[in-house]
């Protein structure tokens, strides 16, 4: 068996199974053996709003097959550069939607030391959920 820096992306995609999941990818019984021959699960399975592409780029750093993973670190690299733009894209948006929001809501109270809490469209002093950003995109 060759060992060669795709070892490393291998590692890599274990990595970033667990930041975008929570959980490493085997967690049960033998790890050595799922590693060597169980294929990865997909993180979409356990966080749903992960983007497809992100998923798909982790499931081939985790190939099995070493021909399968990319063949360098650059080139992973730049797929995380097209990710990280369209992230900030698509959160900037999702931010200047909730500036708007903001501008349109009801005035902030004020109540004793607990400072200052939003007010939201509902009953009189409920406060406004806090909101959500649905991850990537599809």
Do not use: W
Not at 9 to 16: C, S
Not at 58 to 66: D, E, H, S, T
């Amino acid at each position: 068996l060759e060992v060669d820096g795709r070892a490393d992306l291998y590692a890599l995609g274990v990595t970033l199974f667990e930041l975008l999941t929570g959980r490493l990818p085997f967690e049960d019984g033998d790890p050595v053996h799922h590693h060597q021959n169980t294929p990865p699960p997909d993180p979409r399975e356990r966080v749903a709003n992960i983007p497809d592409a992100f998923a798909e780029l982790v499931a081939r750093l985790m190939a099995k097959q070493p021909e399968s993973r990319p063949a360098a670190a650059g080139e992973v690299a730049a797929q995380l550069r097209v990710f990280e733009r369209d992230y900030r894209l698509k959160l900037k948006s999702y931010i200047e939607g909730q500036l708007r929001e903001l501008d349109t809501a009801a005035p902030v109270q004020v109540s004793g030391s607990q400072g200052f809490s939003p007010v939201s469209a509902g009953a009189p002093g409920e406060q406004a959920p806090a909101p959500t950003f649905q991850g990537f995109g599809g």
